[in-house]
């Protein structure tokens, strides 16, 4: 598995970032009511790393990561995921390279109801046309715990399961990189650490680079790199932390 | 992505189903209407085949001309039966016979005339000697001889008669009474749907017929070795200019032909009411799919974040309708199969009676009905399907993400008004501008409904606003808290209204321009009739429209205590190369019937002699002719008669009682054969009186096909056959309505999920399920009423255009229908809450509030 990985990692160029974000600014709206949601954000996501990017509510943590994601459009700055900067992609152009580079996880799961959980987790590839690799395919479904699962809907799904679906099918095209915003945000304390664990192992096993927001400090103590965001600005960049120490981090943060 | 699409529609399958009946009944309608006319063409083909089975050629009377464009045929012409006897001599003829048809009624026990709804009352020779000419079978008794009479087994059966009894037969005379010789069917069948048949002896029949030495037709076997085409070759031979031959399998085709022209005729009509129901069905499904895909919004968006182009989502979609389209339209093209049973049960219910021999089930009605359903479906699903085409990804990632609105939304009203104008345009086009053919002229009027209805549709989402509130109003006043939130409701999402009441606008919109045409013909009728109609009495047929011999008009002006009487005779002339309606009257006819002069005088009808004519003045503008003017007339049998114009009469609105050209009875009798009235009008002492119509009822009594209407009776008659055709149209054009229903209902039913959060807080807060419920059914109301506002206003200015273009109606407001049709929009309002009201009460509490 990890051979594969390797060969994404050197067309991305090895050891340049995966994604590339430079002097990012957004603005939302226009004249007295502007709001900047950000205001100059530089950042490279390295290959193999998983950062976590942290921030209270309006710091421009989520509209940094669509903007990284290509799910939205910087309001100056450029961006480059995988190589290829985004900026002047077309929508067809900007949807393959998401096909190709790209995986997401949704606070809310965001699963097709009407399809059962193997289903949504090839989705992916069935949009490319492309078919699941068998032997990856089942090492993973055994790795995310759904093995016995696979024919069940996500209605018939637990918080954590639907979560572990939507993993798996962020994973399955191998993507460059792995956008998740809040994934532990609409779970139960207990659920979330065993979804931590997993997206963690896909790091491990799989170097799966991956880029996470959340408010929850002991889902940033997972990351190799902790991101701080506060009025559209990086105000800190620290190396791997545990929770106490990020904790401490955030409130030094909202006290000044 | 396929599997996306057909997994969703498994998921949803009360709505697929909602959204498919949309387009069911259209494709029913369609399908129906082809089995139903093929069905009935069919069984025609095989009464017209059966009939000139063993003839190999046939002679007929030969008209001087053939019919005119707006005429569909004219009768045939007799003609000598001593060319029967020349006709036998060719050396290629075999055998030859001669006979005489023509319309024959029997009376029934009761002394009244036998009818099954307009089926016709066949009366014919036959000629028993020569059994491969003949048609019929004999189930019992024998052949008819002098004076006897054969009929048929349906009628035989129904009226108890048998062989030997006594039946009363009218044809040309007075009633005779005749021995029944045997009963018979036609070829295997007991009757040709509905008709009666008598058939006599030749020379029985001639005299009956008053067609004594004339032939109507005559039927030739060729010998061994003679082709059909080589036969009509010889005996062409001796033919005269006045008689034609055809080979027994043209003649076949050429009597057919009119029941062809008719069912063609029917067939256009009844998908024009399929091809309605359709055109609302699309807008229901538009409809549909547009909040289906508002609802889905974040499903579009993740698939988006995974790497699905907007052409997959279109496709979705698209394919989505298509699934739904198939499946519609083969429920539809079925149901269609009973749709022709039970639309032939409405036909004879108004008096159609239509013969039906075992369904026909073309494969042209299932590809047609498949493809006209399932585009329709494909083609209404497009806009909603760009529309999901441009959810943008980040809305996987937003609370509350809605549609966003289209790029054109922001010139939408300006483009709707564009439409609705560019519409208008194109029907006053079509209407006004003198010269275009009738398809043209078709083409611009529906066209341009349909753009009118299309603009409509979509400006009325600015019109929701103020048409909620307005009619809104009882229910907010009177409907409490639930009233309120309804007619809220109902302005919340005004696109989604509009669209709703849309569908059910375009119905009410047809059903309203019916009735104002009617209400307009109808006032314009009696107004003219009266005005027109100054005799007491009027004789017709008992079907109010068949003719009469004229022995009766001259029996009832025997009869004591008439002062005037005056027959109207019709027929068709060649003057000046077309074909002319021309009508003939009795000298007294002024005295009956009052028309404007706008050159001569009310003297003029009395005096027309053996060459005099009065005209119609709209034809006497057009051919520039005037008092004193020279008029050369060809009639059908090849008279030329050298005519003047003795006067000009203004034409009433509301329709003329007289053809272009009108001739004195006297010229008509002695230059057409067989002459009948189509009315008589009389005059008595002392007006209508009990004892006047018991002596003209006493005096026709020898012609039981006659009917004594006083003036009163006639004016009803008209106005009811009038009505009989509204009800049809009525009828056709609820399938619309009902189509439009199943819009309401799915608005609602989706309404209710999307805001099933919102019903459990108000639950919560102590709303109970039957506020909810009348809530629901206060907005349902709301929609359909400002269908029905927008509906009858469109229908009424469409009516009121066309009759500014006809100038024979006047505009009359139909008030009794428009309230009659808003009494129904508020019933059908109530009807389509009934599931969706149910469905939105049961929700429980706690579920609605969690849901997510």
């Known amino acids: ?256 | 992505m396929i599997r996306v699409a057909l997994k969703g529609l498994a998921g949803r399958k009360l709505r697929t189903l909602l959204t498919a009946l949309a387009i069911v009944l259209g494709v029913a309608m369609v399908s129906g209407t082809y089995v139903l006319t093929d069905t009935i063409q069919k069984a025609f083909d095989a009464i017209f085949t059966e009939s000139y089975r063993g003839t190999s050629a046939v002679v007929t009377g030969r008209t001087a001309f053939s019919a005119g464009e707006q005429n569909g045929e004219i009768g045939a012409v007799s003609f000598p039966e001593t060319l029967l006897a020349r006709v036998r001599t060719r050396p290629t003829v075999d055998a030859a016979i001669g006979g005489v048809a023509d319309e024959t009624q029997l009376l029934g026990r009761d002394g009244e005339v036998i009818t099954s709804g307009g089926a016709p009352n066949l009366g014919f020779s036959v000629d028993p000697t020569q059994p491969r000419f003949n048609a019929l079978t004999l189930t019992s008794g024998g052949w008819p001889r002098a004076g006897e009479v054969a009929i048929d087994e349906a009628t035989a059966d129904e009226q108890d008669y048998a062989v030997g009894d006594t039946i009363g037969v009218f044809a040309a005379g007075p009633v005779e009474r005749m021995r029944i010789s045997g009963i018979v069917r036609f070829g295997a069948v007991s009757s040709i749907g509905g008709a009666t048949l008598a058939a006599f002896d030749l020379p029985t029949a001639q005299k009956l017929f008053g067609k004594e030495g004339q032939l109507d037709q005559i039927r030739i076997a060729a010998r061994e070795d003679v082709s059909p085409a080589e036969l009509v070759a010889d005996v062409r031979k001796v033919l005269p200019p006045t008689a034609q031959v055809r080979t027994g399998s043209s003649q076949a085709r050429t009597e057919a032909q009119g029941t062809s022209e008719f069912i063609g005729f029917l067939q256009k009509f009844l998908l024009a009411f399929g091809g309605i129901a359709l055109f609302v069905g699309s807008f229901v499904i538009a409809n549909t799919l547009s909040i289906t895909i508002a609802q889905r919004t974040r499903e579009f968006a993740t698939i988006r974040t995974l790497g699905g182009s907007r052409r997959q989502i279109l496709w979705s979609v698209v394919l989505e309708a298509l699934v739904i389209g198939v499946l519609a339209s083969l429920v539809g093209l079925f149901l269609g199969l009973a749709l022709a049973k039970g639309l032939n049960a409405v036909f004879v219910h108004f008096g159609i009676d239509l013969p039906n021999t075992g369904l026909v089930f073309a494969t042209r009605t299932i590809v047609v009905s498949l493809l006209v359903g399932i585009g329709v479906t494909v083609l209404a699903s497009l806009r909603p399907a760009l529309r999901a085409t441009r959810v943008a990804p980040i809305s996987a990632v937003r609370e509350g993400a809605t549609l966003p609105p289209g790029r054109l939304a922001r010139l939408r009203p300006v483009g709707a008004l564009l439409l609705a104008g560019g519409g208008l345009a194109a029907l006053l086009f079509g209407l006004f501008r003198d010269g275009l053919g009738t398809e043209l002229v078709l083409l611009a009027m529906g066209g341009g409904a349909l753009l009118v209805f299309f603009g409509v549709a979509l400006f009325a989402a600015k019109l929701v606003r103020p048409l909620a509130g307005t009619l809104g109003w009882p229910s907010s006043r009177f409907g409490g808290v639930a009233g309120r939130l309804a007619r809220d409701n109902a302005r919340r999402n005004p696109a989604r209204t509009a669209s709703t009441a849309a569908a059910l606008m375009i119905g009410l919109a047809l059903v309203t321009l019916v009735a104002v045409l009617g209400q307009g013909i109808r006032s314009t009728f009696t107004d003219s009739v009266e005005a027109l109609f100054v005799a007491d009495y009027a004789l017709t047929a008992q079907n109010n429209f068949g003719s009469l011999p004229v022995a009766v008009g001259e029996a009832a002006a025997k009869s004591p205590g008439v002062e005037a009487a005056a027959g109207v005779r019709s027929g068709e002339a060649r003057v000046a190369g077309k074909t002319e309606w021309i009508t003939a009257v009795d000298p007294d006819i002024a005295q009956l019937i009052d028309v404007e002069w706008a050159e001569g005088s009310a003297a003029v009808p009395a005096q027309l002699g053996r060459d005099g004519v009065f005209l119609d003045e709209d034809y006497a503008t057009k051919r520039r002719l005037s008092i004193g003017s020279p008029l050369k007339l060809l009639t059908p049998t090849g008279r030329r008669l050298q005519l003047k114009v003795e006067g000009v009469f203004d034409p009433p609105p509301g329709g003329s009682p007289f053809g272009a050209i009108t001739m004195s009875s006297t010229l008509f009798d002695a230059s057409y054969p067989q002459p009948k009235n189509q009315m008589t009008f009389l005059n008595t002492r002392g007006g209508v009186s009990e004892e006047n119509t018991r002596a003209l009822e006493a005096a026709l009594k020898p012609f039981p096909n006659a009917k004594v209407q006083t003036r009163q009776d006639f004016i009803d008659a008209q106005a009811e056959a009038l009505g009989q055709i509204l009800n049809i149209l009525y009828v056709l054009l609820a399938l619309s309505v009902v189509v439009s229903l199943f819009g309401i209902v799915n608005t609602l039913v989706l309404t209710v999920f999307e805001r099933t959060r919102e019903l459990g807080m108000l639950r919560a807060v102590g709303m109970t399920r039957r506020q909810v419920r009348r809530m629901i059914r206060h907005e349902s109301v709301v929609t359909a009423l400002i269908g029905a506002a927008l509906g009858i206003a469109l229908g009424v200015l469409f009516g009121a255009l066309l009759i500014a273009r006809v100038d024979f109606i006047e505009f009359a407001f139909p008030v009794f229908s428009v309230v009659l049709f808003t009494l129904a929009a508020i019933a059908a309002g109530i009807v389509a809450a009934i599931l969706p009201a149910r469905r939105a009460a049961r929700l429980n509490v706690l579920d609605a509030l969690q849901y997510e």
């Open chain 1, 1 to 256: 598995m990890t051979e594969v990985v390797t060969v994404e990692r050197e067309r991305a160029g090895a050891g340049d970032p995966v994604v590339d974000a430079r002097d990012v600014t957004r603005r939302y709206g226009a004249g007295d009511t502007a709001v900047d949601a950000l205001r100059g954000v530089s950042l490279g996501v390295d290959p193999g790393q998983l950062i976590a990017v942290m921030g209270p509510s309006g710091s421009g943590k989520s509209t940094l990561m669509h903007i990284m994601a290509g799910l939205d459009k910087p309001t100056s700055g450029e961006v480059t995921i995988a190589g290829t900067s985004i900026g002047t992609l077309s929508d067809t152009e900007l949807t393959k390279l998401r096909r190709r580079h790209i995986g997401f996880v949704f606070q809310f799961f965001n699963l097709l109801p009407m399809l059962t959980a193997e289903e949504n987790i090839e989705l992916p590839l069935s949009l490319a046309g492309r078919k699941a690799e068998g032997a990856f395919f089942e090492d993973l479904l055994e790795r995310v715990g759904l093995a016995d699962r696979r024919t069940h809907r996500p209605a018939e799904l637990s918080g954590g399961q639907q979560q572990r679906v939507a993993i798996a099918r962020a994973l399955v095209s191998r993507p460059t990189v792995v956008f998740a915003d809040e994934p532990t945000g609409n779970l139960d304390s207990r659920t979330s650490g065993e979804i931590l664990e997993l997206m963690r192992d896909a790091v491990e096993t799989y170097g799966q680079t991956t880029v996470m927001v959340t408010h929850d400090a002991r889902a940033a103590s997972i990351a190799d790199r902790i991101l701080f965001l506060a009025d559209g600005l990086i105000v800190r960049d620290i190396g791997r932390s545990d929770a106490s120490e990020i904790l401490a981090a955030m409130n030094e943060l909202s006290d000044r």
